[in-house]
């Protein structure tokens, strides 16, 4: 008889942890992953601004190629496509699949910074790059000064003015940090202590036809427009193309990102100048800290990658 209950007593046992077992699969936790050797993933969440512009694609994608050299990581990539909320919400998505830190993109220095507080509140740490939030409770920072940026194409214009004359100022989506900064750049070197005019100052949103439309309406409104200064490429490329059908070769345009559409321009004679800030090398040091981080290892506050004035001087170089 003893035995019989020993019996009904060790099948009762193992039910009871067949069930508890049961419970915790289907609790709504995600279960992270194993890498090749066994030992669990560590889950990295990316939230870009956007893939659409060109810039943000190539380091997108970059941070996605460095991201396969680390065997033990999982990458979650998610696109914001230029939207405050959804950034937002693509964050607070990947707060609840349990990532191990954040790599931010911020869309707007103000609104992005949202997602710092929700990251700090689920104990996740958060690393911010190539654009910052106006919030300082993030661990790291990987990107460039967008303050070097706007004064290296600021002096550049200003040198080949001599110090006077008239200019248009092309902006890229207001609120975020490289417009804020860029034009910061700008108005410390170009706008300060010169005789140079701003005849106009619009933005365009990063976006390459509304520059040309832009530009195309001050074609016909300004009769002398010595220099447009565009605060990124595609910008650039963009007023460009309205100079060129309005038969305007004399005006001097100049971007930031040195994108490989913007080198050849500068290699060609249309653009002026760009301004190389190096995707690869942020992406390569983004993921580098990321995974610092998620060691529990101790990084910098800031890494910053210096950024590099292009002109038909030096153009080959980096063909």
């Known amino acids: 008889m003893k035995k019989m209950m020993r019996k009904i007593g060790s099948m009762l046992m193992a039910i009871l942890l067949l069930t508890s077992l049961a419970a915790c699969s289907n609790s709504g936790e995600p279960a ?6 066994g030992k669990e993933k560590i889950l990295i969440g990316v939230s870009m601004k956007t893939m659409s512009d060109e810039f943000s694609n190539t380091l997108g994608e970059a941070i996605k190629a460095e991201a396969a050299d680390y065997e ?7 696109d914001a496509q230029a939207d405050i909320s959804k950034q937002i919400s693509n964050v607070e998505d990947m707060v609840a699949k349990g990532i191990d830190v954040l790599i931010l993109n911020a869309q707007d220095a103000e609104g992005s910074g949202q997602a710092l507080d929700i990251c700090e509140e689920a104990g996740i740490p958060v690393l911010e790059v190539n654009t910052t939030t106006t919030k300082t409770n993030y661990t790291s920072y990987v990107g460039s000064n967008d303050v070097e940026a706007g004064a ?3 002096n550049y214009v200003k040198e080949q003015l001599d110090g006077e004359g008239t200019v248009c100022i092309i902006e890229g989506s207001m609120g975020q940090s490289p417009q804020i900064y860029r034009y910061q750049g700008i108005e410390e070197t170009l706008l300060t202590d010169t005789n140079v005019e701003v005849l106009a100052q619009l933005t365009a949103d990063w976006m390459r036809d509304k520059a040309m439309s832009i530009t195309e309406d001050w074609l016909g409104r300004y009769e002398k427009i010595d220099a447009i200064l565009c605060e990124d490429d595609e910008m650039a490329l963009g007023a ?3 100079c060129k059908g309005s038969g305007r070769d004399d005006i001097i345009i100049v971007g930031v990102d040195a994108t490989p559409n913007a080198v050849e321009s500068v290699k060609e004679g249309g653009m002026a100048a760009t301004v190389l800030q190096d995707a690869q090398e942020q992406a390569s040091k983004t ?6 981080i998620a060691k529990g290892e ?3 506050k800031e890494y910053i990658v210096p950024f590099q004035l292009i002109t038909a001087d030096n153009v080959d170089d980096f063909l």
Request: no cysteine.
């Open 32 to 37: 992270k992953e194993e890498s090749d050797s």
């Open 72 to 78: 033990d990581v999982e990458l979650i990539f998610l």
């Open 152 to 154: 290296l194409i600021g």
């Open 240 to 242: 460009l193309e309205a």
């Open 287 to 292: 993921m580098e800290v990321a995974y610092k």
């Open 298 to 300: 101790t990084v910098e």
